[in-house]
């Protein structure tokens, strides 16, 4: 069974911070995906990384996946309100999805 | 609609009652998939369709769970004498194909046995 330890599993920072969490495993992925959800809300799709040592960039958000495709980070720049909720990095095929816990990030203004 | 829609947003029952869950999936997908997520966790499979059949049901705990998606489309996730363990958020996604493609979620159905 591949599992994915998140860390941390609570953050919370003032508006206009930098904050960096983190996805590892033991096992190689061929791909991992990162996704965002709220309260209430199903997960939504933010990026995948495929190549190992790729770098993402989507607006303040930047996502590098290891060397070794057994981790993967997610970068935030200048934390705003709305960047507030969990976010969860899975891995596996595309029909069989591993989730991590997730790192549920509060944003204070 | 535009996105996945899933019947109840919240259901409460009794243990050992029977319940279902309805989802409907965004049109012209054929893959679909179903969640639960616990408390604290992230989502964990289990179950997905490819069509009208069911090509992976690895992730369904026990044979009180049962899914059906007898026309391609709609889905229902079926729970016999459910019990307390069984509260949780399932989960209901669709995709292109199972192959590939974005998974688009719905905003869930929130389960509470009592």
């Known amino acids: 069974t591949q599992l994915l330890e998140q860390s941390p599993q609570f953050l919370s920072i003032q508006e206009g911070e930098n904050l960096t969490v983190y996805c590892n495993s033991s096992s190689v992925f061929s791909s991992l995906q990162w996704y965002r959800q709220e309260p209430g809300e199903g997960p939504v799709l933010l990026v995948t990384v495929v190549t190992g040592g790729e770098v993402k960039k989507l607006k303040r958000l930047t996502f590098q996946f290891g060397d070794a495709r057994k981790d993967s980070s997610l970068h935030i720049t200048a934390a705003q309100p709305g960047d507030t909720g969990l976010y969860l990095c899975a891995g596996g095929s595309n029909y069989k999805l591993t989730f991590g816990k997730g790192t549920l990030l509060t944003v204070n203004p | 609609g535009a996105g996945v829609s899933q019947t109840p947003s919240n259901k409460v029952t009794e243990k050992g009652k029977y319940v279902e869950l309805r989802c409907d999936p965004i049109s012209g997908h054929t893959a679909l998939y179903w969640y639960r997520q616990s408390l604290g966790q992230g989502p964990e499979f289990l179950i997905y369709?490819?069509?009208?059949?069911?090509?992976?049901d690895s992730g369904l705990p026990n044979d009180r769970f049962f899914a059906v998606r007898p026309e391609g489309s709609v889905s229902t996730l079926k729970i016999q004498r459910t019990e307390r363990g069984d509260s949780a958020v399932y989960l209901c996604a669709s995709s292109l194909s199972a192959s590939a493609g974005e998974l688009f979620f719905g905003e869930g159905s929130r389960l509470t046995v009592l």
């Open positions: 369709f490819q069509g009208t059949g069911a090509a992976d």
